[in-house]
């Protein structure tokens, strides 16, 4: 039976969870994977699984509307699922459980986010409102500034502990983190400011009590300060907590830091993810050039 095969595959996914060779948000997107099928299948079938053979394309197609429709999955949510269920289609045809690949001829597009960023001004307007008449909405503020220093997502500054900041032998602190999601591990030279913000929070009850870095609230809760935030700012667009990391990745780059140590730095397993935020600015295209034309700006032509 399809869903029997799924869990069958999910006991693997969980060994790779527990050796560190896939993270957490991963391994719960392959058992929920499990649950919306039982879910289609009742709602369409008045089933909870059927044999595994008898998957068909037609079945494919109605998963996915499925996905799109009742569970509102954007389409990089919907194509990990659908290629979940792929993955365990191939399993079951290695077993000789079914014979025909109901995925064949089927591809799969992911959209490349546009992923969006807060300027250096724009920053800097952040970093310097007068917040502590409001304690919370300082907290949070300072959150997602520290995240545009280091590059964290939310559920790793959430989970980031005292144990995960060291310091070398010259004397520099360095955040060594393994990510939430992928387990990749994030190796992030300590700014001056995210260091003073550290100290700041330092003898906060929550930083206290659990080891952590910063008082960290819930990301829905977090979301929605940062819209009272952006409002003090003048900022003219929606903040969360991811875009932090975004405009961490975009100053790195518009400061020419090589986008080797920035993947490094966010945690990714492949460069191809990082070049998605390599949409050069003008600016430093124009900053990139300035060798050259002090070089020949001078120069006539005969």
């Not at 595959?9 to 060779?21: C, F, L, M, T």
């Not at 079951?92 to 079914?98: E, L, M, P, T």
């Not at 545009?148 to 959430?158: P, R």
């Not at 659990?210 to 003090?232: C, F, H, T, W």
Request: hydrophobic share 40%; with cysteine.
């Amino acid at each position: 039976m399809l869903c029997d095969v799924f869990r069958q595959a999910n006991e693997q996914r969980h060994a790779e969870y527990e050796r560190g060779d896939m993270g957490k948000a991963t391994y719960e997107r392959w058992v929920r994977c499990v649950v919306y099928l039982e879910e289609f299948m009742q709602l369409t079938l008045n089933v909870s699984d059927i044999p595994v053979k008898d998957v068909t394309k037609g079945f494919v197609l109605d998963f996915e509307h499925f996905l799109r429709m009742n569970k509102k999955a954007a389409n990089n949510t919907a194509v990990r699922y659908l290629r979940y269920l792929k993955n365990v289609m191939q399993y079951a045809i290695a077993n000789k459980w079914a014979t025909e690949d109901p995925f064949l001829g089927k591809r799969f597009k992911r959209t490349v986010a546009d992923r969006e960023a807060l300027t250096e001004a724009e920053l800097k307007r952040m970093m310097d409102l007068d917040l502590k008449a409001y304690p919370r909405v300082e907290a949070v503020r300072d959150t997602f500034v520290f995240c545009c220093f280091t590059g964290l997502a939310f559920c790793d500054i959430k989970s980031l502990k005292r144990s995960d900041i060291t310091t070398d032998a010259d004397g520099n602190m360095w955040i060594r983190k393994h990510r939430e999601k992928t387990g990749e591990l994030s190796v992030i030279p300590l700014l001056d400011v995210p260091r003073r913000l550290i100290e700041k929070y330092s003898n906060h009850p929550k930083v206290m009590l659990g080891g952590v870095v910063l008082p960290v609230i819930s990301n829905q809760r977090m979301n929605a300060y940062l819209k009272e935030v952006a409002d003090l700012a003048k900022i003219n667009r929606h903040l969360t907590s991811h875009i932090g990391r975004h405009t961490f990745a975009t100053l790195s780059l518009s400061n020419h830091v090589p986008i080797e140590s920035i993947s490094k730095m966010l945690g990714h397993s492949d460069i191809r993810t990082t070049q998605i935020y390599a949409k050069m600015q003008e600016k430093t295209i124009y900053e990139d050039m300035a060798s050259m034309r002090q070089k020949f700006d001078c120069v006539m032509m005969n």
